[in-house]
């Protein structure tokens, strides 16, 4: 697994990004993703995930009706669609893979670097 995410950025209050999340290595199709934030002197806390068809998903209560994530297996490709961005959004945007194909903990076994979303108000 090799990931990489991209698509972050500055965007007004209200606005929308679409995060992705590349293995370049195309191996984690059989593994539950996920999404995780670090805002400035926090944690890393845990954002979404998706198990390895996709029939699953899970989000943080913060993020329940405007976030969805969505992965394309063919490419290899994991999404973050954030609609109706707020302030309190903005952090580094991380996405990690886990060993198993659902997610069952917040420490998945592969990191990408992260992609900085920034929502000005």
């Known amino acids: 697994v090799q990931l990489q995410a991209s698509g972050g950025g500055l965007v007004q209050a209200g606005g929308s990004l679409r995060l992705s999340c590349v293995d370049s290595?195309?191996?984690?199709?059989?593994?539950?993703v996920g999404w995780f934030r670090q805002a400035p002197g926090k944690e890393r806390d845990f954002v979404a995930s998706?198990?390895?068809?996709?029939?699953?998903?899970t989000y943080a209560d913060s993020v329940k009706g405007r976030f969805t994530i969505s992965r394309d297996n063919a490419k290899s490709t994991v999404y973050l669609q954030m609609n109706d961005l707020e302030p309190e959004d903005t952090a580094v945007y991380y996405c990690?893979?886990?060993?198993?194909?659902?997610?069952?903990?917040?420490?998945?076994?592969?990191w990408g670097q992260g992609t900085q979303v920034t929502v000005s108000s």
């Open positions: 990690g893979v886990w060993l198993s194909s659902y997610r069952n903990n917040n420490s998945p076994r592969y």
């Open positions: 290595r195309r191996t984690f199709s059989n593994n539950a």
């Open positions: 998706i198990s390895w068809k996709g029939s699953t998903t």
